[in-house]
């Protein structure tokens, strides 16, 4: 099956600073990348969708200035958290869909944030 | 009213037990139906994808789908305390590179 991977798996940082998480497809090629965040005992919540090449499409109420996100290729998704706050803090998903695909969606771990 | 609905749970069945769980939708327009196994603090993880009405069965797990109720259901056969997880159904109204849209998940608990 398809395989997408995050890095980190996990993170602690102070308050102020930037954080950068990487999503990537290993064996497969996903125009479309979406990322989602988890808080605990609740369901994903979209926050934007990621086309390789273009800028990012962000849910209504997700701040673009923060979450910053990066397409730059057919296998690699980045989303920075700038000036993290501890309320930040969550479980950050991210899916992929193949390229010429059908939309199943293949997620990431997840990377957990944690801001103090 | 959302959506996707899907009952929260939590649900406790001893080992064995066949698992039914279900999400009813309001958008008549969605043909792609999912569902996604997610053990705690783990990525979700593809169980089983379907388009339009019908059934389909990969071992322990079938997933029914009904467009004239709008009602999706994952059964589960011979259940296993490795099933222990939460149990989220999606959906979308077209193939490609749309969003899904998740119901809340299921937490499932099998007890040995």
């Known amino acids: 099956g398809a395989v997408v991977s995050q890095h980190p798996s996990w993170v602690i940082c102070k308050s102020g600073t930037s954080v950068k998480i990487e999503c990537r497809s290993l064996d497969f090629q996903a125009t479309t990348m979406f990322w989602y965040r988890q808080f605990p005992k609740q369901s994903l919540m979209l926050m934007a969708t990621s086309n390789e090449g273009s800028k990012a499409t962000y849910e209504q109420g997700v701040e673009k200035d923060k979450f910053l996100i990066n397409h730059a290729s057919l296998t690699l998704s980045t989303l920075t958290v700038t000036s993290a706050h501890p309320e930040d803090s969550s479980f950050y998903i991210c899916s992929a869909t193949a390229a010429g695909g059908p939309n199943e969606q293949f997620f990431g771990p997840g990377t957990r944030l944690t801001v103090l | 009213q959302k959506e996707v609905e899907q009952d929260p749970g939590p649900l406790s069945v001893p080992e064995g037990a066949i698992v039914s769980l279900n999400c009813t939708y309001s958008?008549?327009?969605?043909?792609?139906f999912m569902w996604y196994r997610q053990y705690s603090r783990k990525g979700p993880e593809l169980l089983m994808y379907?388009?339009?009405?019908g059934n389909k069965e990969d071992g322990r797990f079938t997933a029914q789908v009904d467009k004239s109720s709008k009602y999706i259901s994952l059964f589960i056969r011979d259940s296993q305390p490795s099933d222990s997880a939460t149990y989220l159904c999606a959906m979308s109204d077209h193939s490609g590179n749309t969003p899904l849209v998740f119901g809340k998940g299921t937490r499932l608990s099998v007890i040995a």
């Open positions: 379907t388009y339009s009405s």
């Open positions: 958008n008549s327009a969605f043909q792609y």
